[in-house]
């Protein structure tokens, strides 16, 4: 990923030979915040990007910013062999040290134009690298939150710029698309003189849907918030398509097949049953199994049996009753249960006995003692 760090031209000369020498402070250790729909994460505001002393001063990181080419404003390309004549005016020199939390490069500019716009107020520098960008969060020696760290730090190029567009959010750099990347800086001042000098207002480089816009610094700040409310809104609708969709897989889990909810309308049944034979006017209606089963007991054996118990209590009272229904004796189904059998003796005394009462009512009208 290509990036860019605004520097201030220090310790500037002319040699004898109209050459311009100065010294860049460049590659700072620790955190600077960059965009996060500039390197690849848009849906974060800003990104915070450490760099650890141990890259910055690797020994591939200071011998990449010797001999750099130096040019005027950041080219559209990286700087090549190929294209170094298009674009150089100047070079940057071997003694490269760190210095505090800084590489210090020395360059030399040695293209007249360029050395003229830096001595009439085109005073900065902007240093174009390239580095590995690892999205792994962490905490600083110092104790600081950061979202990313910077690798394989490599200088391509040192550009002179006029300088930094001020804004807290604004991107220091160059907009040329290969180095977009640059940390967010906060605000500097900017006299009425120097804008009316320059012949603009302080402005901010914007980027939308991966579109750069110069604007205001007030249209940025609205902007910036509308893109924020945007990325709050679709993280609280992300959020409640889940909690729906969690929602519905709860319900369906909840719901009871064809199977059982024939199986709980018998035992329903049969609870009634129960209950109206142990007490035929018991109400059922509305109750739930529990409250019938109390309510029974209670009309059974009354409310003080069952005050201050527990439903498993009550439960099984309800069951001793269902017992007591089912132990007593039906009379006629004993009865019956094996068929109703006859005696034939007793059916021969009664046939007798029949046959001898017609014949006295036949014989009645008769003398006793017939001649």
């Known amino acids: 990923m290509n990036f860019t760090d605004i520097v201030t031209v220090a310790g500037t000369r002319r040699t004898g030979d109209g050459y311009l020498v100065a010294d860049a402070r460049i590659a700072r250790t620790g955190i600077q915040s960059y965009l996060g729909a500039e390197i690849g994460r848009p849906e974060m505001r800003t990104v915070r990007v450490y760099r650890p002393g141990a890259e910055v001063f690797s020994e591939d ?35 490269i040290a760190g210095e ?83 940390p967010l800086a906060a605000p500097r001042p900017v006299s009425d003189h120097q804008q009316k000098k320059e012949g603009t207002m302080s402005t901010k480089t914007i980027i939308v849907d991966g579109v750069e816009f110069e604007v205001s610094d007030q249209a940025a700040e609205v902007i910036a918030t509308l893109q924020q409310r945007l990325v709050d809104a679709d993280v609280i609708y992300q959020k409640a398509i889940a909690t729906r969709d ?65 439903e498993v209590y009550i439960d099984a009272r309800f069951d001793m009753l269902v017992e007591t229904i089912r132990e007593t004796p039906d009379r006629f189904t004993a009865a019956v249960k094996d068929g109703i059998a006859t005696s034939q003796t007793s059916m021969s005394a009664a046939f007798t006995a029949y046959a001898a009462m017609v014949r006295d009512l036949q014989s009645a009208h008769l003398p006793a003692n017939p001649i």
């Open 61 to 95: 990181t200071l011998k990449s910013a010797a001999h750099r080419p130096v040019t005027n404003e950041h080219p559209p390309e990286m700087v090549t062999s190929e294209n170094w004549k298009k674009y150089s005016v100047g070079q940057t020199g071997d003694e």
């Open 100 to 182: 505090g939390i800084f590489i210090r490069v020395p360059l030399m500019v040695s293209d007249e134009a360029a050395i003229q716009d830096i001595e009439s107020g085109k005073q900065e520098l902007s240093a174009g690298y390239v580095c590995d960008l690892d999205f792994t969060a962490g905490l600083t020696p110092a104790g600081e939150l950061y979202d990313a760290i910077q690798k394989n730090i490599r200088i391509n190029h040192i550009a002179i710029v006029r300088r930094g567009r001020a804004g807290s959010q604004v991107r220091i750099g160059d907009a040329a698309a290969p180095w977009g990347c640059a």
């Open 246 to 310: 969690a929602e519905l897989h709860a319900a369906k889990a909840g719901l009871m097949s064809d199977a059982e909810i024939e199986r709980r309308a018998e035992a329903r049944a049969d609870l009634i049953g129960l209950a109206k034979a142990i007490i035929g006017d018991v109400k059922t209606s509305g109750l739930s199994d529990a409250a019938i089963r109390k309510a029974v007991v209670v009309a059974k054996v009354g409310e003080g049996a069952v005050e201050g118990r527990s």
